[in-house]
């Protein structure tokens, strides 16, 4: 009920909460909580999986949404770890631990098929990583102000490195991701490129974050196997 489970036979030595900004990917988000309820079960952690979902039909705003799940999480729970999850990737190894790194953020999709396995750019932090609640405060969350697809990931990079941390990866061959692609119109690929960068990071990092979040709570409702929060 409401995605929460822990082990039946144990005592879990790790509590993850897993966040997901959402928009109406009903494809995406059966196939992503038909394989990550098992692996993690698997795991043996103490999970609980969230959807956020932004209301209306203006541009998605992926990072805020992310704080707001970050922000809403902390309330249930004292969570050793918050793994913030794109919709539409799925983990291929069962050795790819859903846990924090004790000191940095961890960069958990460091190997994605649509990249043939490698990185895109060196600085890349999208897709899945693992963040503890003093890391998430440190770095001051995501930002709050992009609209749109793209750019924020740089965005939370180069908060990292600001913050006095640094990006730790998961090995390759572990951090293997598969990306489901519903749009059928994609069949030609075009080559993947980097988002321009819109924001000056150094700058506004400290008063674009967890400290300036503003939204207001729709709804939240445990469904069998997730949390869904609702937000405008």
Known sequence: SGGH???P???????????????????????LLYYIHPFLQRQQLSYTIYLIQQVGAGSFN??????VGVREAMKDEEWDCLVLHDIDLVPENDYNLYICDEYY???????MDKFQ????????????SALTPEHYMKMNGFPNTYW???????????RIHLA??????TSPHLGRYRVMDYN??????????????????RKTWKADGMNTLQFRLLSRTKHPLYTKITVD
């Open 62 to 67: 992926r990072a805020k949404l992310l704080n």
């Open 105 to 111: 953020p961890k960069h958990m999709a460091s190997a």
């Open 164 to 169: 006095g941390m640094k990006i730790v990866r």
């Open 117 to 128: 396995y490698n990185l895109p750019y060196k600085s890349f932090f999208g897709g899945v």
């Open 184 to 201: 059928e119109e994609t069949e030609i690929q075009e080559p993947w490129k980097r988002p321009p960068s819109r924001h000056n990071t």
């Open 9 to 31: 036979h144990c005592f879990a030595r790790y509590k993850s909460a897993i966040l997901v900004a959402y928009r109406n990917q009903e494809k995406y988000l059966r196939h």
């Open 5 to 7: 489970y822990r082990p």
């Open 148 to 158: 749109g697809d793209g750019g924020e990931n740089d965005d939370i990079a180069t």
